[in-house]
């Protein structure tokens, strides 16, 4: 098979599973017991979380592990306008992913005022709708690092700064971005970060926030003291253990490895932009993370390429992978201005470490006369 589906979830490296092994089968004590063979299990949990403070490049003592990059959205959002009561109010873009959107819905309906800011037509953030939201009764702006679907990288010290101004805090959904672009947490101004282990290399179900030190904070999961009172639940070990390692790796060989991916979305882009003439990149003008390209077929329907694709074992996904089952355009490509018809044939291609050359040769040998074969039979060609 060939998987170019990264951003909905990787393959686990090798050396996660690994590590992970001893907390699935001998070393299964608790870390918060009393006893040792529970309570030296807390030196591995902390070694996880220093390797993955120093991915970040900040104090171990500002990370604390989650369920995932959901909870953690859900966390900072709910924190965010809890912590001054004058400050009820949220911030955030029309294109961040459905843990950020709905839980904002969802403190709307509970009397929160929500800002949406827009993007332009590259899925970039108009930085000016974004500033028209803030008001000194905003408790927090949520700004993604890069969307999900189109790679489209945000300008998030921006945004930050324009929350600080008004002396909101600042959250970033940092999920797409972590592990694949360098980023700079001090630099960008950033009080909160979400990030997922799934989505480096590590096992699902396990997540961390960054709090920066000093920041307001109300915890979403409470009845313990694990986590510094900060995120209570019995630790998932073997998940924390498995995360450490794949922030490990990514620290090492994050540097060496944007080039090759790089270089193969290169590939693939002039591949179908050449062979398919209709097609366009979405946010092919801004600045997008190495491994993702939403192309629009604009003559021939995603779900037609999906099903032709997954019969070859190749998977990808169309514009939301959130919304299979429902014939809605991407919210994201309609934000960005993209008509219903043209969204509607967005197929999204995110690549990883372990993609191939010889994958993506394959996938240029057989899209091209697949997409033509469907622009022949389709009702969208005149
Ligand atoms: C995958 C993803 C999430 C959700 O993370 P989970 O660990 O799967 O809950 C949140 N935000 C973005 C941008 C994502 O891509």
Known sequence: MIYLDSNATTKMAPEVLEEMLPFLTEEFGNPSSFHTFGSRIL????????????LLCVSPEEVFFTSGGTESDNAALESGVSWDPDRPGLVTTSVEHPAILETAQYLESQGNP??????????????????????????????MVANNETGVIMPVAEAAEAAHEKGALFHTDAVQGVGKIPLDIDAMGVDMLSLSSHKIHGPKGVGAIY????????????????????RAGTYNVAGIVGLGMAAELARLHLEEEI????????????????????????????????????VLFTSVESEAILTLLDLEEIYVSSGSACSTGSKDPSYVLSAMGVPQMQ???????????????AEIERVLEILPPFVRKLREISPYSK
């Open 259 to 294: 080039g090759p991916v790089s270089e193969l979305m290169r590939i693939l882009e002039d591949g179908v932009l050449a062979s398919c003439p209709e097609a366009v990149i979405a946010g092919s003008g801004a600045l997008r993370l190495p491994n993702t390209a939403t």
């Open 114 to 143: 929500l800002h949406v800011a827009k993007v332009d037509r590259e899925g970039v953030l108009e930085i000016h709708s974004l500033r028209e939201g803030i008001t000194e009764h905003t408790g927090i702006v949520s700004v």
């Open 43 to 54: 030196e591995e949990v902390e070694k996880g979380r220093e390797r993955l403070a120093a």
């Open 211 to 230: 709090i920066r030190k000093g920041t307001p904070f109300s915890p979403l999961i409470r009845g313990g003291h694990q986590e510094r009172g900060i």
């Open 343 to 357: 969204a509607n044939t967005a197929i999204r291609f995110s690549l990883s470490r372990y993609t191939t050359r």
